[in-house]
C-alpha cells in the first residue's frame, strides 16, 4: 500500500497495492506497522462500522469529542462517495481547513481521519456501502458535529445542496463559529 499525506496535518491517503489475475482481486486494507511506520501513529482500532446510504444521502459532519475522540480509517466497499473531512484542532496549524476525496470500489482508497477532526461524505452512486474502524468505542455523550453547509468551510459536496437527503439532526448542527 502507498501511503500519501493530504494539506491536513496528521490526515492521510491510503492507496492499495492491488493484486488482479483471472480469479478477480486481492489487496491488503489495513497494515498497522506500515502505517505506524510511515506516520509515526500507531492507532489500537476496537470498533468497525458500516453504513449503506442511497444517491445523495449526505452524513456528517460527525466527529467524537472529549477523551472518546475517535481516529478512523474510512473506505468504500460499494459504490462512490465524496468524502469530507474538516481539522478541528485549534492547535493545528490546518485549524478549519477542509480536505475532500472520491471514495469508490474501483479506485479502493482509504482515508485516516486523526483524532480530532469532522469527518462526512455524500453518496454519488445509487447506494454506497461505507465502512470504518475506529480507536474509540462509539459513546453518545461525546457526539458532536458540525453543520454540513457551513458558510466558513465552504464545502463543494460536488452535488445539488437541493437533492441531498440528510437526517434531521444532521440538518440542526451548529455552524462553525457556534462552536469554536
Known sequence: MQIE???LKDCLLIKPTMFEDHRGLFLETYHRRRLADFSGIDAEFVQDNQSMSHYGVLRGLHYQQGEFAQTKIVRVIHGKVL???VDLRPDSPSFK???SVI???ENLFQLYVPKGFGHGFVT???R???AYKCDHYY???SEAGIRYNDPDLN???NFPEDQMILSDKDKELPFLKDVF
Open 5 to 7: 499525506k493530504t494539506p
Open 83 to 85: 468524502d469530507v473531512v
Open 97 to 99: 481547513k477542509t480536505f
Open 103 to 105: 471514495l469508490d470500489d
Open 124 to 126: 454519488l452512486s445509487k
Open 128 to 130: 454506497s456501502v461505507f
Open 139 to 141: 459513546t453518545p455523550g
Open 155 to 157: 464545502i463543494d459536496w
